[in-house]
């Protein structure tokens, strides 16, 4: 029995295990129940007399050699494995890409920041509204031509409820709830029923400007957006007011600024007017203020409506408003610097 357990100490020794298969046929034949050891073990019940000490210590020898050895293997290929996991520490890294704010949320900020300074606070409304907030509250007569001025995707199941044609919506939810003086930019995506192109979505998105106050007049509206004009396309903007009909305001305007591509001059983009469009406004239409429980003899009001859209073309010049929502990031990445 000694010699047998001598030929197995060089034997386990002079092992060689490279991998996880070989460790646990390594296990199985030296140290599992039925195992080499155990059996020895065993065998050395049967060791009587002056044998049984130096049999038992090259036994506990054996056993204890073999466990090292294991424990041993098994850290070996532990660590093989890690290392090969993390490859080569000393290469650079890979470059983290920084994702850019979208154009029109670039725009959209940028309307705000500057309402901000003038005093209004930012109100938003739901996307999918009711037939009293998007038109009759508006006044919008029922069964009005006015109501097809805005091709509406309507709920099939129920025609009251439908998705916002306009951010208008959101003055009648703030007045209802709230009492004057209002003083509120309100941003968000609208929806309409037309064919897309590059000259048409069927959703876009909107800032909405609203001001209750006693005296409001036409002449601060013109002031609020001739400052407007100025902080977002430069001060030497000029802008002009050209009559126009919402049910909601009157008298109602829509307002060009002098062509930021050419200083008024007239180019191709202005088709050589000198002037583009760039929102629609007017004084709140006292039909309006009482539908809100507003008492229009005391106080007046302006509103206004700009598309983000529009604002972010004059800004970046994007040919194509379907641009906008294919998130393309070949398009979307030329923004990265303008943050
Ligand atoms: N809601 C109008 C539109 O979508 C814009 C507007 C807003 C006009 C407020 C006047 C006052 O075209």
């Known amino acids: 029995m000694k010699e047998k357990i001598t030929q197995l100490l060089s034997e386990i020794r002079s092992a060689q295990v490279t991998n996880k298969v070989q460790l646990e046929e390594f296990r199985l034949?030296?140290?599992?129940?039925?195992?080499?050891?155990?059996?020895?073990?065993?065998?050395?019940?049967?060791?009587?007399?002056?044998?049984?000490k130096e049999v038992g210590q090259l036994l506990n020898k054996l056993k204890n050699e073999t466990q090292e050895k294991f424990s041993s293997f098994l850290q070996n290929i532990e660590n093989e494995n890690t290392s090969t996991e993390l490859n080569d520490l000393t290469l650079p890294g890979d470059p983290i890409q920084v994702g850019s704010l979208h154009p029109i949320n670039i725009i959209r900020n940028e309307i705000?920041?500057?309402?901000?300074?003038?005093?209004?606070?930012v109100s938003e409304g739901p996307e999918i509204e009711d037939d009293w907030h998007v038109f009759t509250a508006l006044n919008f007569p029922e069964e009005h031509p006015a109501r097809d001025m805005q091709d509406t995707f309507f709920i099939e199941k129920n025609p009251d409820i439908l998705l916002r044609t306009h951010t208008s919506s959101v003055q009648i939810r703030v007045m209802e709830n709230q009492k004057p003086p209002i003083r509120i930019i309100m941003p968000g995506r609208v929806f309409r029923n037309e064919a897309i192109s590059a000259r048409a979505h069927c959703f876009f998105h909107q800032v909405e400007g609203l001001y209750i106050d006693h005296n409001v007049s036409f002449a601060d509206l013109k002031q609020t957006l001739l400052y407007f004009a100025r902080e977002m396309f430069g001060n030497e903007t000029q802008i002009r007011l050209r009559p126009s009909y919402f049910p909601f305001t009157e008298p109602s305007a829509e307002m060009d600024i002098s062509c930021n591509l050419c200083g008024g001059k007239g180019c191709a983009f202005c088709k050589h007017t000198g002037w583009v469009?760039?929102?629609?406004?007017?004084?709140?239409?006292?039909n309006v203020l009482e539908n809100c429980q507003i008492n229009s003899k005391e106080y007046t009001g302006y509103a206004?409506?700009?598309?983000?859209?529009?604002?972010?073309?004059?800004?970046?010049?994007?040919?194509?408003?379907?641009?906008?929502?294919?998130?393309?990031?070949?398009f979307l990445k030329q923004f990265l610097s303008t943050i």
Do not use: A, H
């Open 304 to 330: 206004f409506g700009m598309g983000i859209e529009r604002i972010t073309n004059l800004k970046f010049q994007v040919k194509d408003l379907r641009m906008f929502s294919e998130n393309d990031v070949r």
């Open 277 to 286: 469009e760039i929102l629609g406004c007017g004084m709140v239409d006292p």
């Open 29 to 52: 034949k030296y140290l599992s129940k039925k195992g080499i050891i155990s059996t020895l073990f065993e065998d050395f019940k049967q060791v009587f007399g002056d044998q049984k």
């Open 112 to 121: 705000i920041d500057i309402f901000k300074r003038l005093g209004f606070t």
